[in-house]
């Protein structure tokens, strides 16, 4: 069982940057591989980003690939999303999740835990 808590949302100007965090509890964290997705009211969940295991692979959605970056540092359980020149159309409900997956992947539905969420709100 793998329990994931998100922090670092907010309210942030077009052009600004926020980091989220999300931490993990169990000793397995670093088998998993680990995403972000994000969903925005009405829409369907989205992928945003994933990385495997060791952190030398990761995998970005078109739409945040050059401004988001994602990372983990498996000592501490936590697994980050660096996110820059954030626009109005990133503001969502952002959650990670765990798979267990020997390689990264964009499907939620591989993914076997996850987090409720941080609110990330980018206004004009």
């Known amino acids: 069982q793998v329990q994931l808590v998100e922090s670092g949302g907010g309210s942030v100007q077009a052009g600004g940057s926020l980091r989220l965090s999300c931490a993990a509890s169990?000793?397995?964290?670093?088998?998993?591989?680990m995403g972000w997705f994000r969903q925005a009211p009405g829409k369907e969940r989205q992928f945003v980003a994933a990385?495997?295991?060791?952190?030398?692979?990761?995998d970005y959605a078109d739409s945040v690939k050059g401004r988001f970056t994602i990372s983990r540092d498996n000592a501490k359980n936590t697994v980050y999303l660096q996110m820059n020149s954030l626009k109005p159309e990133d503001t969502a409900v952002y959650s990670c999740?765990?798979?267990?997956?020997?390689?990264?992947?964009?499907?939620?539905?591989?993914?076997?835990?996850w987090g409720q969420g941080t609110q990330v709100t980018v206004s004009s």
């Open positions: 990385i495997n295991w060791s952190g030398h692979s990761t």
């Open positions: 999740a765990a798979a267990q997956s020997l390689r990264t992947t964009t499907w939620g539905g591989d993914y076997d835990y």
């Open positions: 169990g000793r397995t964290f670093s088998m998993y591989v």
